[in-house]
């Protein structure tokens, strides 16, 4: 669980119950985590401060008994917060105060904001998180690309690879580049920006300098674009900057890649993925990847494999990487769950 969340347990104090006792900030989050139990509490301290940590221990040292009232209170103010959280990620503050005043009431849904935005740093171009990515190429395919490329870092990775695969390929290496060599950017810079596209969205700006792009933010975009797209970009960047285009390939994962996996990791990847799916993503890969594959599963199942890929025939390159892409993201998944560990980078940089 994440620092915000625990967080906002503890920022929602100063609120009565009826006739019952104020419970202070530090209060609540002391009965969430006794209501939790310590398993979780102790994956929550993980992320707080050693100030925090002494804070709150004292604090729950302090506890003689929870009501189950005051439980039940906690709770319930730390799931509408959550919630509310998670409403601000998915539209902006707008789209969560909406949906809270139909679920909660104007009044609550006031409160509850109100409690988050005090602390929540919203980030720029939230207005536009809830855009089509189609209509927003339009706005911005014209623009300079050090400015699509502002925009795209502050975007999700998933509607930036939809707007960085429709750009014009003579930009979608430049974009990509800038994206990956960007570092800190001025609240100035972002307000004039955002004024851009004032006119046709409505605007927020930060206060605070924030940081967006770099390699990883490029990565984390190019990892979910089409493959060609995917190709013509580094190929672009080999010719242009090769040791960037290193260094973002060092930190991909491809379909190919899947021979650095060990044999338990494979397995388990396995498992998730649609039989189908992977006689389709073998089809174009070399001997030593069909092999890695083949030896980590049964030998009835590794045969019926090789029987589907030769009875399927001739099939459409788009369709094969498709497929890879589907159990590429399968990957990922296992590996930001911590079900498996994926190698990066040269041998000698390797972890383990």
């Known amino acids: 669980m994440a620092k915000s969340d625990a967080g906002a347990a503890a920022s929602a ?39 925090e940590i002494e804070t709150l221990t004292f604090e729950i040292a302090r506890l003689e008994s929870v009501d189950s009232e005051d439980r039940d209170q906690v709770l319930m103010e ?15 503050i707008d789209y969560a105060r909406e949906l809270l005043e139909k679920s909660l009431g104007s009044q609550k849904a006031v409160d ?37 490329a502002l925009i795209l870092a502050y975007l999700e990775p998933q509607k930036a690879s939809i707007i960085l695969s429709n750009l014009p390929h003579e930009v979608q290496s430049d974009v990509a580049k800038r994206i990956a060599t960007m570092d800190r950017t001025s609240p100035e810079v972002l307000r004039e920006v955002e004024r851009v596209l004032e006119k046709k969205l409505s605007t927020l700006s930060s206060e605070d300098y924030t940081s967006a792009g770099g390699v990883e933010s490029i990565v984390e975009v190019l990892n979910l674009v089409d493959r060609s797209t995917e190709k013509s970009i580094i190929e672009s960047l080999e010719e242009e900057d ?83 892409q589907k159990i590429v993201s399968i990957i990922r998944k296992l590996e930001d769950a911590g079900e498996i560990v994926v190698a990066r980078g040269t041998e000698d940089e390797l972890v383990v």
């Open 13 to 51: 104090g100063g609120k009565k119950s009826g006739h019952r006792k104020e419970l202070t900030g530090r209060q609540k989050a002391a009965i969430f985590l006794v209501t939790v139990g310590s398993e979780v509490s102790a994956e929550i301290f993980k992320h707080l401060r050693e100030d």
């Open 78 to 92: 730390f799931q509408e917060l959550m919630m509310a959280q998670d409403f601000i990620t998915t539209g902006g």
């Open 112 to 148: 509850i904001i109100n409690r988050l935005t005090s602390s929540l740093q919203v980030r720029p171009f939230d207005f536009i998180r809830r855009t089509d990515p189609t209509h927003l190429l339009n706005f911005i395919q014209q623009e300079h690309p050090q400015t699509i």
């Open 242 to 324: 090769p040791e960037l285009a290193e260094e973002i390939k060092k930190r991909m994962f491809v379909f190919e890649d899947i021979v650095m996996l060990d044999d338990r990791a494979i397995q388990k990847v396995l498992r998730e993925v649609d039989t189908s799916e992977l006689a389709k993503a073998l089809k174009s890969v070399d001997s030593e990847v069909q092999d890695k594959i083949f030896r980590n599963m049964s030998k009835r199942a590794s045969q019926l494999l090789k029987e589907d890929m030769e009875y399927m025939g001739p099939i459409r390159m788009k369709d094969v990487e498709e497929s890879q």
